[in-house]
T-cell receptor, first 112, second 112 residues
Framework: NAGVTQTPKFQVLKTGQSMTLQCAQDMNHNSMYWYRQDPGMGLRLIYYSASEGTTDKGEVPNGYNVSRLNKREFSLRLESAAPSQTSVYFC???????????FGPGTRLTVT | GNSVTQMEGPVTLSEEAFLTINCTYTATGYPSLFWYVQYPGEGLQLLLKATKADDKGSNKGFEATYRKETTSFHLEKGSVQVSDSAVYFCALSFIGGFKTIFGAGTRLFVKA
């Protein structure tokens, strides 16, 4: 049982480049989330998907897009990376009955 | 609005000391309350939870009691170990809601 997996683990981009962060869960959860974590800022919600086929903005959606590809997969895309997007990105999924969140190991992204 | 406030860190303790990390919340309604822990280089993982007033969550020697009258969910451990060094997040969510609201996190250092 892998839980929540994320790829890649590390990435360095130049300003203006694009990339997609991949996330998959094998727990049959309906809801999935993307967060960013910056020093002293705690966790901030970027986008979430309450169920397959729906996506909604969180606190800090600007500069990002998401796709809920199917029930298992939820990807985050940076179309034109900026240094302000240097952060650690976490994907999570949650159980609809307990509302516990399960996190992936994170992607450490640096934009130069 | 709904929010979670945690004591600022870092908290530095010697091994076997008593730990308290304060958490208070503001919420309309009756949320479920959680403590998550993040070890260095990893994603968050659920430590314990409580779903109604006066419930006590416990795990790995940690405890927290849901206090509706003081809107608090303080985390305690009687004797900390070096391996407890991590960042601790208090959080709340609502039945029927899709988002979890996280506190800013409290970093704990335990010295041998």
């Amino acid at each position: 049982n892998a839980g929540v997996t994320q790829t890649p683990k590390f990435q360095v981009l130049k300003t203006g480049q694009s990339m997609t962060l991949q996330c998959a869960q094998d727990m049959n959860h309906n809801s999935m989330y993307w967060y960013r974590q910056d020093p002293g800022m705690g966790l901030r919600l970027i986008y979430y998907s309450a169920s397959e086929g729906t996506t909604d903005k969180g606190e800090v959606p600007n500069g990002y897009n998401v796709s809920r590809l199917n029930k298992r997969e939820f990807s985050l895309r940076l179309e034109s990376a900026a240094p302000s997007q240097t952060s650690v990105y976490f994907c999570a999924s949650s159980d609809r009955t307990t509302y516990e969140q399960y996190f992936g190991p994170g992607t450490r992204l640096t934009v130069t | 609005g709904n929010s979670v406030t945690q004591m600022e860190g870092p908290v530095t303790l010697s091994e076997e000391a008593f730990l308290t990390i304060n958490c208070t919340y503001t919420a309309t309604g009756y949320p479920s309350l959680f403590w998550y822990v993040q070890y260095p280089g990893e994603g968050l993982q659920l430590l314990l939870k409580a779903t109604k007033a006066d419930d006590k969550g416990s795990n790995k020697g940690f405890e927290a009691t849901y206090r509706k009258e003081t809107t608090s969910f303080h985390l305690e451990k009687g004797s900390v170990q070096v391996s407890d060094s991590a960042v601790y997040f208090c959080a709340l969510s609502f039945i029927g809601g899709f988002k979890t609201i996280f506190g800013a996190g409290t970093r704990l250092f335990v010295k041998a």
